[in-house]
């Protein structure tokens, strides 16, 4: 299949070994062998704790805002006391997305929560940002509207190049593939250049999940997303994380989220980790999928233009095949105008209008109605893990009906 690259990056491994967590699922022996498996297995066991005779395979959610405490002794190290920072269930998921991730990993209640944590907490007055121009635009907007203010300065760079030189820049946070252009740009050289002017380097991963790519391998020092979307992947739960190796980094990042408060619930956190087991399912189901979609899109008359990294001939189809270890089910195209949209989505009867992306059900979104500076006619196109040929068929009458 032309939208999965399983040899892209040399580390596929979950990093066990090497993580903070290691040999908490039991040893160097144990972890060296889950290094060697395949996506499928690992998410089915990512974090799970071992068996216990009467007990569910995932613990149910511990829910406790204060915990008894010893009367006598007071509170006690490794003995959670309140839950802004103790919490069993959030950390059984931090530890299953730091092994898919390679990294310690820190949740937050929801992708805006990380991301902001990671700008707040490393950045100071004096620096500068550097961040994607054509990215997820409330970063952007949170970086106009809140770092100038306390003395940062914030500039901007397209995905695809051309960059600036990176002297000078603290934070250099790309986003790739780029939401919802689907840019992508090469993590591990940008890194180098970054580190080079003494920056640190974050990557938004929420499009490609960490099975479709791993930042950290690729000398990011943050990976950093919203689990509300593909990761969980059932559009009915906000989520999001931080993920690092260095263990100064992922301690601001964990004190920051202590301070601040941003913490998932603990039902939220059980019913993320739940939902991964299926994560490497639905997203092959959904790249073969936006393989499929992408193909017709490209040759519809009603279509003016298609992107998905997957497809070859697109403009970011060789920097994907480098780098990522599998493509999205995100597409995105680009019909005549509004109108023509909405002729699409009325003829439709599996396509979902809906905001956000990666869930279970295919959905179509005009970003220009949320005041993206979009083309008027471009629609962020999830699939979902209906039967390709159902949705081919579905998509196919749809388009039909949008030329009018
Ligand atoms: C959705 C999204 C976010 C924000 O995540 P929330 O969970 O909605 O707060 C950040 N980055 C990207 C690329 C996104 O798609």
Known sequence: MTAEFPDATAVPAADAASGPEAGRVGGSAASSRADARGDGTRVVHAGVPAPVAGEPFLPSPVFGAPYHLDPVAGPQPGVDGYGRTDNRT???????????????????????????????????????????????????????????????????????????????????????????????????????????????????????????????DLGADFSVASATKALTGHSDMLLGYVCARDPELIATIRTWRARTGGIPGAFEAWLAHRSLGTLDLRLARQTANAAAVSELLAGHPAVASVRWPGRPGDPAFEAA????????????????????????????????????????????????????????????????????????????????????
């Open 90 to 216: 959030y950390r059984l998921l931090e530890q299953a997305i730091g092994e898919l991730e390679g990294g310690e990993c820190v949740v937050f209640a929801s992708g805006m929560a990380a991301i902001t944590a990671v700008l707040l907490a490393t950045l100071r007055g004096g620096d500068t940002v550097l961040l994607p121009g054509d990215g997820y635009y409330l970063t952007r907007a949170f970086a106009a509207e809140h770092l100038p203010g306390r003395g940062i300065e914030v500039r901007t760079m397209p995905t695809a190049g051309p960059y600036p030189a990176f002297d000078g820049v603290r934070l250099l946070l790309l986003e790739t593939p780029s939401n919802p252009g689907l840019d992508v740009c090469d993590v591990a050289d940008l890194a180098a250049r970054a580190h080079a002017c003494g920056g640190l380097v974050a990557v938004d991963n929420t499009t490609p999940t960490p099975l479709g790519q791993r930042p950290l």
């Open 321 to 404: 095949a480098r780098q990522m270890r599998r493509v999205p089910g995100v597409v995105t195209f680009t019909l005549a105008d509004k109108a023509a949209v909405e002729r699409f989505l009325a003829a439709s009867d599996l396509v979902f209008a809906a905001t956000s992306f990666g869930g279970l059900h295919t959905t179509a979104d005009r970003r220009a109605q949320w005041g993206d500076d979009a083309p008027e006619g471009l629609v962020r196109f999830s699939c979902g893990v209906e039967d390709t040929t159902d949705l081919v068929a579905d998509v196919r009458r749809a388009l039909d009906a949008a030329l009018g």
